[in-house]
C-alpha cells in the first residue's frame, strides 16, 4: 500500500485540522501518562526539551516559543526534516512503504542515506517496523534492532507529518548535550522537562545505553547539578526518571510525584504492566 499523493495545498489543510501528535515509536514516551502529567505543568513564556526523543509533552502543549534539543544527531535531523522538508520525507517514506519485507528491511538498515532527508526517511521507517520501535545503536553508531513482527505497519502517515510539521514551524531545534539549556533558560519565564534515559532498577530495564552516547550514573548527577542550577535562577524545572532510592536522593528537597505508567517493552510480555516512575519539579 502506498501514500496517497495529495497536493501540498491539501494536505495542509488537513494539518491544518488535525491535532499533532508523535510521529515516532520512542521507548519511555509520555502520550500514555499525559493524564497524570497535566496538574504539574506551569505557566511559562518558553518551552525547552533538551531530551526531545518522541516530543509527546511538545505535541500536548504545541508552545508558541520552544527549543527542542537532543544529543542524538540522527533523531534531531529527523525533527528538522519534518520542520523544513515534510513533503520530501513523505515521499521517500512512500517509496519505504512500497517495497517494505525482510530483506528491503536489512537493506535500509544497513544503509545510512546520502542526505538528511533520506537519512530522515530512513529512520522513520526504520521506527514503524523495528522491534517495539525501540532505538538502540552500536558503539560505531549503527542501528542494530532487527525487524518486528507487524503483519501491516503504517510506514507512511502525511496527515500525521504535516501536522507535526505545522507544530515545528516557530521552533528552534538544536543537535547539542543537555546542559547546553544553561546558556538558554535563564529566568521564570523559563519552562524546562528533562526527560532522560531512565536510571536503570534492573539489569533488564537497563536502556540507558540507546545509542552509542550511554547514560551513566556521573550523567545523572551531572543532569541533578544542571536541575539545580536552572532552578536557583528560578527556572521552572520539570524532570522524569526511574523510582529508586538513588534517584529520590539526588532530588531530595525538590517536589516528587509518583506516576504510574505502562512496561511497554520487555521480551516477557507477562512482565509488561504498570510501574511506578517518578515526576520531579522545581517549583
Not at 529512520?123 to 553508531?141: A, D, P, V
Request: aromatic letters at 14%; a positive charge.
Amino acid at each position: 500500500m502506498s501514500c496517497r499523493r495529495t497536493s501540498k495545498k491539501s494536505r495542509l489543510a488537513q494539518a491544518a485540522r488535525i491535532y499533532p501528535r508523535p510521529f515516532l515509536k520512542w521507548a519511555g514516551g509520555k502520550s500514555r501518562v499525559l493524564p497524570q502529567y497535566l496538574p504539574y505543568f506551569p505557566e511559562y513564556t518558553t518551552y525547552y526539551e533538551p531530551f526531545i526523543g518522541g516530543g509527546a509533552i511538545f505535541f500536548h502543549l504545541v508552545p508558541k516559543s520552544a527549543v527542542l534539543s537532543d544529543i542524538n544527531e540522527e533523531l534531531v535531523n529527523v525533527y528538522q526534516c519534518i520542520q523544513n522538508h515534510v513533503e520530501d520525507v513523505i515521499a521517500q517514506l512512500s517509496i519505504h512503504q512500497d517495497n517494505h519485507c525482510k530483506d528491503y528491511y536489512y537493506r535500509v538498515r544497513s544503509n545510512l542515506g546520502q542526505d538528511c532527508v533520506e537519512r530522515a526517511a530512513r529512520l522513520l521507517y526504520l521506527n514503524k517496523t523495528c522491534f517495539n520501535g525501540l532505538y538502540r545503536e552500536n558503539s560505531k553508531g549503527y542501528f542494530n534492532v532487527p525487524m518486528g513482527r507487524y503483519k501491516n505497519p503504517t510506514i507512511c502517515d502525511p496527515s500525521l507529518l504535516m501536522s507535526a510539521s505545522c507544530a515545528l514551524q516557530s521552533v528552534a531545534i538544536a543537535h547539542e548535550p543537555f546542559e547546553a539549556i544553561l546558556k538558554r533558560a535563564q529566568s521564570s519565564t523559563d519552562f524546562v522537562y528533562f526527560d532522560p534515559p531512565y536510571f536503570p532498577i534492573s539489569a533488564t530495564s537497563n536502556f540507558t545505553g540507546y545509542n552509542r552516547y550511554s547514560f551513566t550514573k556521573d550523567d545523572q548527577i551531572r543532569l541533578r547539578d544542571t536541575f539545580v542550577t536552572l532552578a536557583e535562577r528560578g527556572v521552572k524545572v520539570m524532570l522524569s526518571n526511574s523510582d529508586c532510592l538513588f534517584i529520590r536522593e539526588l532530588y531530595e528537597g525538590f517536589n516528587i510525584q509518583v506516576i504510574h505508567a505502562a512496561r511497554a517493552i520487555n521480551s516477557n510480555a507477562k512482565k509488561r504492566g504498570k510501574i511506578a516512575e517518578l515526576l520531579i519539579t522545581s517549583y
